[in-house]
């Protein structure tokens, strides 16, 4: 630990040379190699503390600072070993500063009274009124958010999140700010009340009040030009730049906002990305994407969503104000110029195109097109499992996540067919079937939930839902096949016998993460009860329900592919087995070829020559072939027992 000690008379002096000026000369504390020479034109005032002045920085275009403290006035400052604090407007008050930190060309940076720094902020998410109200802080996660968030009418279990949060809230409370090692501030305003991380970058902003910046080495947070914000926590990668305006906001990890973006009562979870539009009361999930000066989202959840130009949605047309919200669920995206009257609900990795207004809920009819013809809401179930943009999406976000470094926030499930999704899609199996039952198969159009659907759009409909649930199933039971180690079939039906105490019954989305229900109403009464009181256990919980869902969703998929085809996993002859085994084979191949025939409507429309060089086609192809031999390994196995 570094020792500090008074100025020396001759330090005293030499400062006063230099037209330092100090209220108190011996309220200040130096360290033991502290060297008076480079601070010059400077005032204190309170309890300061300097550290030595040893380095030189590198700025760009070749020019050279030494570090010191020049032009600045400081009150109750602690400044550690190499900084340079340059010309100061107004005033520094208040803060302790880390090594290494550049401040320079600043107007005023103050932590004014007891100040939490962003953290109890209740953000007024969904609802503009209020009423479904996310208390932030400096480590939320989507998850914990979504359980503030809709889980509302469980009170007892919002008072005891409230309540945890609040104690978090409690522990950093300080009168002092801080701004940590390695910083750079530069052109910046008014800074009030703000905590800032290590390597952090402010460089130009207009005013900061009242927020975390949670920036760290392995992932630095850079703050840009002309940004003004209000009650927030930026969490670690993130980048806030070009005019942003924002107010009680959570930024997330690895988010981008930039090209004058507006937000406001809105939560941005990990890998968001915001320009040009407008932000209002949203709960934006993982991979929340918006580009478009015209984009309006307001009271709606998303995730893995990509907003087309034009985008919007209203939640105003009605006597009481602005109360109702919506949801799209993850994956689903918007046309150009589409809008959505809320309330609604749209399926998962659904599309959205033209005008919606009579509140539709299309959520047990995930991979749909809703279209909008003549005023009247068209829908063609299970569509987008033939798009060539889902499974471009699908992958591509795995390697767009740019969160860096072990602690990630987010738990985050990519996978495009689970049980959250099949479970949709055997509903809505039933829900084609029933309306068929219904109507008559002579029937062009069928109602449902406020919308049209086609008889060819709902025959294509349960042609790709049963594909999609051929390789979902295929896909778990073939995972079983190729890991057991059997010598018989009785081997292998043990193999397949679950070892995973949830599964079972409905699985729920939390904002990006994907879990059985009962396990996380198990966590849920055990915060409601008082037996997770600690925010680290209840992070670690949810967590864990991530890093087990292969295990949770083998149990799911026994269950609900025994219900499906009609068997028992455990009386399977090898023969039943190698049926479902080409039966998921041939699921596969017709959804890449399906795939195939549309990626060549896409270059057909482009005019573009080079059709079967194309990286997807060719990955297309390979999938083809990839899969065609793993099914004949598989039939290998199982034609040795």
């Not at 999406?393 to 860096?404: G, I, Y």
Request: aromatic share 10%; charged share 25%.
């Amino acid at each position: 630990m570094e020792k500090y000690r008074r100025l020396t008379s001759e330090e005293i002096e030499v400062l006063k040379s230099q037209m330092c000026y100090a209220s108190d000369w011996n309220a200040i504390e130096v360290a033991e190699d502290f060297s008076p020479e480079n601070v010059r034109y400077a005032r204190f005032s309170g309890n300061i503390r300097l550290g030595t002045f040893r380095k030189e920085f590198q700025l760009a275009g070749g020019m050279v600072k030494h570090s010191g403290i020049y032009y600045a006035t400081l009150h109750n400052v602690m400044v550690g070993d190499d900084c340079c604090i340059e010309n100061v407007k107004n005033y520094i008050a208040n803060y302790r500063i880390g090594s290494g930190t550049f401040i320079e060309n600043v107007d005023i940076i103050l932590t004014d009274g007891l100040s939490s720094f962003g953290n109890g902020v209740q953000v007024s998410v969904l609802n503009e009124t209020g009423g479904c109200d996310v208390m932030i802080y400096d480590r939320l996660s989507a998850q914990l958010a979504y359980l503030m968030a809709f889980y509302r009418h469980r009170p007892s279990l919002l008072s005891r999140l409230y309540g945890m949060i609040g104690r978090y809230v409690r522990s950093v409370e300080s009168t002092f700010g801080t701004i940590g090692r390695d910083v750079v501030i530069a052109d910046a305003g008014y800074i009030k009340n703000v905590r800032v991380g290590d390597f952090c970058k402010i460089e130009g902003a207009s005013r900061l009040k009242n927020g975390s910046i949670n920036s760290n080495e392995e992932a630095p947070v850079h703050v840009g030009v002309g940004v003004i914000g209000d009650d927030f926590i930026i969490s670690s990668g993130s980048n806030v730049e070009d005019g942003v305006t924002f107010s009680r906001c959570f930024i997330g990890q690895a988010c981008r906002l930039g090209h004058n973006y507006s937000a406001s009562d809105s939560l941005f979870f990990s890998n968001c990305h915001g320009e040009n539009g407008e932000a209002c009361a949203i709960f934006a999930g993982p991979f929340t994407v918006t580009h478009h000066k015209s984009t309006l989202l307001i009271a709606g959840m998303f995730s893995f969503m990509n907003a087309g130009s034009g985008s919007n949605q209203s939640n105003h047309l009605y006597k009481l104000g602005p109360i109702h919200h919506g949801m799209m669920e993850r994956g689903a995206k918007t046309a150009s110029d589409s809008y959505i009257l809320w309330p609604a609900k749209v399926g998962a990795f659904s599309l959205v195109m033209g005008r919606h207004v009579c509140h539709q809920d299309t959520s047990d009819l995930p991979f749909s097109y809703l279209i909008e013809q003549q005023s009247t809401s068209y829908i063609m179930p299970g569509a987008n499992l033939k798009s060539v943009g889902t499974i471009r999406d699908a992958k591509k976000w795995p390697s767009r996540d740019r969160r860096k470094g072990p602690g990630k926030l987010d738990s985050i499930n990519f996978n495009l067919l689970s049980p959250y999704t099949v479970q949709k899609m055997l509903r809505a199996v039933n829900i084609l079937n029933e309306l068929k039952r219904v109507s008559g198969d002579t029937s062009d159009y069928y109602a449902y939930q406020s919308g049209r659907i086609k008889a060819t759009s709902l025959a294509k409909g349960l042609k790709y839902y049963g594909y999609a649930i051929d390789k979902f199933f295929g896909n778990s039971l073939i995972t079983r096949i190729m890991n057991a180690e059997f010598a018989s079939l009785e081997d292998l039906r043990r193999a397949f016998v679950p070892r995973s105490q949830y599964g079972d019954g409905e699985w729920v989305d939390l904002a990006g993460m994907i879990a059985p229900g009962k396990a996380v109403e198990d966590i849920v009464s055990d915060v409601e009860s008082g037996r997770t009181s600690d925010l680290e256990i209840l992070n670690e919980r949810i967590s864990s329900l991530h890093s087990e869902y292969y295990h949770y969703e083998w149990r799911w998929a026994c269950k609900a592919m025994e219900d499906y085809y009609g068997f028992r996993l455990s009386e399977l002859s090898a023969d039943d087995l190698s049926r479902l085994v080409r039966r998921w084979r041939d699921s596969v191949v017709a959804l890449d070829r399906l795939l195939y025939e549309d990626a060549r409507k896409e270059f057909s429309l482009s005019g573009m020559p080079d059709f079967e060089s194309d990286p997807f086609v060719r990955s297309v192809k390979e999938h083809i072939e990839v899969k065609s031999s793993l099914a004949d390994q598989v039939l290998e196995k199982l034609d040795s027992i």
